[in-house]
C-alpha cells in the first residue's frame, strides 16, 4: 500500500474500533481498560536507543497515525543504524516511505514474526522473514530484541534499516533457457536451422512443450532426414510444439485440447501425469520472460502434407511451366528432372518469360538441341539452395559452368537481371525459384562494333562511328568504355541534325562528338559512378551525376549497364551529350555570371578563360557581386582600376582543372596572381576561403567551373591570409588581444610566421589560452617568438640551423627524417605567400626559452659555474641582459689545481674578472664564432681567440664542446675548461 493509503487506512481502523467498543457497551459487558503502556510512538519516545527513529517519524508527520489504535507490529531501528545515513536530504515523502517499511498491521509477537514467512509493510513492499539459528531477520535486517509492548502494538528492535525487497532476477526468454539447458540442445539446433530463434526470443507469450535430447533420437532417421532436407516441413513440425498464450501445468492439464501455432491442436490426457499427444511432461512450469517451457519426452508429429514430387512432377503440376517442360523434352533434360537422387536448384522460367523470345528465335532454338541444352543447364545449380542461401552470394555457377549473377534489389531477389517472382518451392530433389525471363548463356564476347551491332539498336551510332573514321579505333585492343547513345536518342536531335554530321565538311566535329561518348580504360557502373568528372577522348570532361532518378553522364541517363565486349565495356544512354565549350561559353550560356564574364572582360581576361591551357575557376554569380558594397563593382569596372579588378579576377582562377574532390583533398591552391586559396569542408557543405561551393563540377572545354556565392579577395597581409585559411582563428584572437595587428598587417612586416592551428592551441595545458589571453605583454612575448625577420622561405628555414627571431631569442631549426622542425613543433605546410611576409604552418605552440641562468640550471653540469656567478654577484646581470656564454662544466673546474676554486671564491674581484671574461656581448651563435678571429667580452679591454682546425673549435684555448644551447637573452656555447684571462 502506497503512503497516500496509509491516514485513511487507519482512520477506517479507528472508526471501526471505536464502532465495535460502543457495541460492546451497548451489550452492556464491562471491559476492563488496558494496563498503563503507551502507543508505539510513546513506548518508543521513551526507549534512549530509539531516540533518531523517533525524531524521523516526528518529521515525517507519521507521529498522529502511529499512535492511533492499531494495533500495529514496528521494526524499528536502533541509533546505530542510522549511521551514515544523511536523512536531512531526504524529502519528507520520502522519509515517510522508508518509515512506512518497518510498520505492519496486526499485532506479530516474536513467535509469530519467525514463523510467518513473509509480511507486508504499510507502503506495500514485501519483507522476506528468515528464521535461522536462533535469529531472525527482515530483507536481512537483524532482530536484536523482540516483543516491546505498547497500547496499540508490538515494538522490535532492529539492528539496521530495513531495505526494500532485492528486485526479481527475471528469466531469460524461452530461447535463452533452452541454449542454457543442455538436454534441449538438439531442439534449439533444429530451431535455429528452421530459423523460428527469433520467434521464441519474442514478446510472446508462448507455451512450448520442449522434447529432449532422447526424444529426437528416438526419432525415425528417415523423418529426421527430411526435416533437414525441407524447411517449412521442419518448421510445421516445430511450430506443433508451441502455443499462444502462457499456459502453466494445472491450466495445460485441465485444457483437453491446445491449438497450436501449426493449427492442429495437440490432445492432453491425465493418466498417471499429464501426457500431450501421448509424450509425457517430464518437467512442468519453466517459467521464461516470455512464456513457459514444458519439458516432454516424445516429439509431436502433426499431420504432415503429402511429399513432393520430383522438379518434373512439381513443374508440370504448377500448370505455367509448359514451354519449359518442352524444352526439357526436346533437349532430352526430362530424366535429369524425374531423377529422386538429384538434388538441384531450378531457376524456372514462366511460359510468359519465354513468350517474350520472337517465336522465329524461339523455335530455331528448340530444334537445336546442343544450344538448347546450353540455355536450360545455364537455368540449373547443383545442390538445394533455398531463397535464403541464393541471396546470401554473389555468384553461382551454373551446370553449364557459366556464371548467374546474385543481387538483391529493392524491387527483389534477380539473377542475371531476372526477377525471382516466387521462391523456394519444394521438390522431393530439389527446389524452383520462378523467374520472369529467360536466361541466355553469355555468347563468346565480340568487340565493342560487334557487340553493339549484336544488340540492334546502335544503327545511327554505328554509321555515325563509320562516318567519322572510328570503327577500327573501336575494334582495336582498348580497352574502351563507351557511352552509347540509341537510334531513339540520335532520332530526339533537331531535324536535320544527324545528316549534317555526317556530311563529311563536318567529320571534324563528328569526331569531337563521338569521343566525347569514350573514355579510355574499361569502367563498370560502380567505377562510373564514383567519379564525378570522367575525362572523354576528345580530352573533355563530362559530368557524372547519381539522383534518385538514376545515373547520369553529361545529362543523359544512363539506361542499361556493363555491356560486356572484347575490348570493353558500353554502357546505354538514353541522349546524344554534346561537348561543352570554353568556361566563358559554359558561362554565358549558364545565364548567372553577367556580372563575372563583363568583368572578365574590363580586366582583359577573356584569353584565360577562352585558351587551351586549363584553368579551374571559382566564379561568383550575379548575386555574388550584387551583394558587395553598393558602388564596389562600377569601381572596379572603371579602366583606372583595372590591375586591380585582374587582381581580384585572378584570384579566382586556379591553373589546372581541379575537380571538387581533389580541391577539397589538397585544400590549398596557389592562384593565378600567385596568392593561395584555401578550400574545406564545414557541415554537409565546403567553402574557399569564406565563400561556399554551391555548385561543383561544371565541365567545360578548357577546364572547370566551380560556383560559389561570394566574391572572395586578395589577401592584403599576412592576417588576411591567416583568416582566409580557416585554421588560424585562435592565432588571430591572440595577434589581437596582444596589441600586434598593426605590426603583422604593416605592409613593410616582411615577416614569416610560424603559425600554430587551432589544433596546436587546442592541445596546450588545459587553462594555459585563457590565462595568455589576459596576460597582452606575455603573450606578445611568445607570439613574437613565432616571426622571423625577413620573411625566409622553406629552403632558408631548412638551410639554418637556428633562426633569430622577432622577440630576439633564436629558435632551433633541425631536420630529421621526421621532417623540418622549429623549436619543438614540425613544420607541416611551407611557404603561404601574403604580400607582406610568408607562413609557415606548424603543429605546436613554440614557448621562448627563459633566461642565461635558468637554461643553465635547467640543463644540469654547471653548478660550479652558477655558484660562482652568484658569488661574484652577476646573476642579475646575466638574467637581465643580452650575452653570449662559454660556460664550462663541472667537470672543467674540476680540473682545476686543488684549492683553485675555493681560492677564488675568497677573491672576488679575480673571480669576476674570470667570468667576465667567458661572456660575450650580444647573441653570438656558432656561425658568427667561426667566423671570428675574436669576441670582446666583459673584462674590460680583453677579447677571446677563436681559433678553428680540423680537430675543431677553441675559444681561448679551451675546446668547444657543444654550442648553440638557446636561451631568451642569449646563447650558451660549452666549453671543457676554464678560460684564463691573460695576465696583463
Known sequence: MHRMDFQPRLAWLLGLWVALFAVACDDGESTNPPAETGNV?????????????????????????????????????????????????????????????????????????????????????????????????????????????????????????????????????????AAATDDLSTLVQLATDAGVVGLLAGDGPFTVFAPTNDAFAAVPQALLDELAADPQLLQLVLAYHVANGSLDASQVATAGTIDTLAEQPLTVTTDGGVQINGANVVIPDIMASNGVVHVIDAVLVPELPEPPGTLAEVATAAGNFTTLLAAVEAAGLTTALADPEA?????????????????????????????????????????????????????????????????????????????????????????????????????????????????????????????????ETLKGEGPFTVFAPTDAAFDALPEGTVASLLEAANRDQLVDILTYHVTGGALDAAAVTERSLIEMLNGVRAKVEVTEEGAFIGGAKISMTDVQTRNGIIHVIDAVILPPGNIAEVAEANGSFGTLLAAVEAAGLAGAVTGDEPVTVFAPTDAAFAALPEGTVDMLLQPENQQMLADILAYHVVPGAQPAAEVLDVGMFETANGFNVFARAVGDGAVINEANLVITDIPARNGIIHVIDAVILPPAHLVDVAADAGMFTTLIAAVEAAGLVDAVTAPEANLAVFA???????????????????????????????????????????????????????????????????????????????????????????????????????????????????????????????????????????????????????????????????VVPGFQFSPDVVAAQSLPTLAEGLSLPIAVSDDGVTVGGAPVSAVDVFAGNGVIHVVDQVILPPMN
Open 41 to 177: 510512538v510513546a513506548v518508543a519516545s521513551a526507549d534512549a536507543r530509539l531516540s533518531t527513529v523517533v525524531s524521523l517519524i516526528e518529521r515525517a508527520g507519521l507521529v498522529e497515525a502511529l499512535s492511533a489504535d492499531g494495533p500495529f507490529t514496528a521494526f524499528l531501528p536502533i541509533d546505530s543504524a542510522f549511521e551514515g545515513v544523511d536523512a536531512a536530504a531526504l524529502s519528507e515523502a520520502e522519509l515517510a516511505d522508508i518509515l512506512q517499511r518497518h510498520v505492519v498491521e496486526g499485532r506479530f509477537d516474536a513467535a509469530a514474526v519467525a514463523s510467518a514467512g513473509e509480511l507486508t509493510a504499510l507502503n506495500g513492499v514485501a519483507l522476506k522473514v528468515v528464521a535461522e539459528g536462533g535469529n531472525v531477520t527482515l530483507n536481512g535486517a537483524k532482530v536484536m530484541e523482540g516483543d516491546i509492548a505498547a497500547s496499540n502494538g508490538v515494538i522490535h528492535i532492529v539492528e539496521a534499516i530495513i531495505p526494500p525487497p532485492a528486485p526479481v532476477e527475471m528469466p531469460g526468454t524461452i530461447a535463452e533457457i
Open 343 to 471: 538434388e538441384l536448384t531450378v531457376f524456372a522460367p514462366t511460359d510468359g518469360a519465354f513468350a517474350r523470345i520472337p517465336e522465329a528465335d524461339l523455335q530455331a532454338l528448340l530444334a537445336d538441341v546442343p544450344a538448347l541444352t546450353n540455355v536450360l543447364t545455364y537455368h540449373v545449380v547443383a545442390g538445394r539452395l533455398s531463397a535464403e542461401q541464393v541471396i546470401a552470394q554473389m555468384t553461382l555457377t551454373a551446370l553449364n559452368d557459366g556464371e548467374l549473377v546474385v543481387e538483391n534489389t529493392e524491387d527483389g531477389v534477380r539473377i542475371n537481371g531476372a526477377l525471382v517472382t516466387t521462391a523456394d518451392i519444394p521438390a522431393s530433389n530439389g527446389v524452383i525459384h520462378v523467374i520472369d525471363a529467360v536466361l541466355m548463356p553469355p555468347a563468346e564476347a565480340g568487340d565493342i562494333i560487334e557487340t553493339a551491332t549484336a544488340v540492334g539498336s546502335f544503327s545511327t551510332l554505328l554509321a555515325a562511328v563509320d562516318a567519322a573514321g572510328l570503327t
Open 756 to 918: 600554430p592551428t587551432d589544433d596546436a592551441f587546442a592541445a596546450l595545458p588545459e587553462g594555459t589560452l585563457e590565462a595568455l589571453l589576459a596576460d597582452p605583454e606575455g603573450l606578445a612575448n611568445i607570439l613574437l617568438f613565432h616571426a622571423v625577420g625577413g620573411a625566409p622561405g622553406a629552403a632558408e628555414v631548412i638551410g639554418a640551423s637556428f633562426l633569430v627571431t622577432a622577440q630576439g631569442a633564436g629558435v632551433p631549426v633541425t631536420v630529421s627524417e621526421d621532417g623540418v622542425m622549429i623549436g619543438d613543433a614540425h613544420i607541416v605546410v611551407t611557404d603561404i605567400p601574403a604580400p607582406n611576409g610568408v607562413i609557415h604552418v606548424i603543429d605546436a605552440v613554440i614557448l621562448p626559452p627563459p633566461d642565461l641562468i635558468t637554461v643553465a640550471e635547467q640543463a644540469g653540469g654547471f653548478t660550479t659555474l652558477l655558484a660562482a656567478i652568484e658569488a661574484a654577484g652577476l646573476t642579475e646581470a646575466i638574467r637581465s641582459g643580452e650575452f653570449t656564454v662559454f660556460a664550462p662544466t663541472d667537470a672543467a673546474f674540476a680540473a682545476l689545481p686543488e684549492g683553485t676554486v675555493e681560492m677564488l671564491l675568497e677573491d672576488i674581484p679575480t673571480l669576476t674578472r674570470i667570468l667576465q671574461y667567458h
